[in-house]
């Protein structure tokens, strides 16, 4: 795979997550093979089916100036934030189990090689310690597949809760008291190193090559992340 960059000058500064979408729709149709990790300031994004007001504690966001956002693929509501590093995998493997299986394999077997006991489960997660580290979703377009996920390293669990609201049903069907209970960041899971030496192991470990985005192609990325920006798109999941 090859490392997929922005221009130099465009990496100083921070991109909504809805950006980073953007750049996997353009990816997966221009640059098969990628992979590139980021993160954002803190946001909720719920997945394509999702009802927004029954998973976001939508006046505790705006309140607090959390940015809520609906992405393509399903899935349940993630909160992130500068601790959680998002990963993004584009294959050319048509069929979403095999491309699943595929990254979820190479990223717990990259953190077992960071020293963590990792395994991934049937429902899409890693644990490390029993506990989940992070959770993906996929979804395949017409020239491959998009996984996308959360690695969680230093997320503000206690913002987490309360800007996302899954139901009590949900959370007693499993046995689960709170989202806080069934996660766990990496720095506390006996990492011996810091974030920034996280996302280059990962680098490092998924990707071969390099391939920077030269201006005309980051402006047609601009173009698709309007599509994510579409009120009716964000409330319902459709665009009028």
């Not at 946001?43 to 607090?64: K, S």
């Not at 979820?104 to 077997?109: E, G, T, Y």
């Not at 597949?145 to 669990?157: A, E």
Request: neutral net charge; hydrophobic residues 40%; charged residues 25%.
């Amino acid at each position: 795979m090859a490392w997929l960059r922005l221009p130099d000058d465009e990496c100083k500064g921070w991109h909504r997550l809805v950006f980073w979408l953007a750049l996997e729709e353009w990816a997966v149709e221009n640059a098969p093979g990628s992979f590139f990790v980021w993160n954002v300031r803190p946001t909720v994004i719920f997945g394509r089916n999702q009802d927004m007001e029954a998973e976001v504690n939508i006046p505790y966001c705006l309140e607090h100036g959390i940015e809520m956002y609906r992405r393509k693929s399903g899935g349940g509501c993630v909160y992130a934030d500068q601790g959680n590093l998002m990963i993004s995998y584009i294959t050319q493997e048509p069929d979403v189990n095999k491309a699943f299986d595929g990254y979820l394999s190479r990223l717990a077997q990259a953190l077992r090689e960071m020293g963590l006991d990792a395994v991934r489960t049937e429902h899409n997660d890693v644990l490390v310690n029993g506990r989940k580290v992070s959770g993906n979703a996929c979804y395949a377009t017409r020239t491959g597949c998009i996984v996308h996920g959360t690695l969680l390293y230093d997320t503000d669990f206690a913002e987490m809760e309360r800007a996302i609201t899954p139901s009590k049903q949900k959370l007693e069907s499993k046995g689960i008291k709170s989202v806080r209970q069934r996660v766990a960041n990496l720095k506390d899971c006996g990492l011996l190193f810091g974030f920034e030496e996280l996302k280059t192991r990962l680098i490092h470990y998924f990707c071969k090559d390099m391939q920077f985005l030269n201006t005309e192609q980051l402006a047609q990325v601009l173009e698709i992340e309007k599509t994510y920006l579409d009120k009716n798109f964000i409330k319902y999941g459709r665009r009028d």
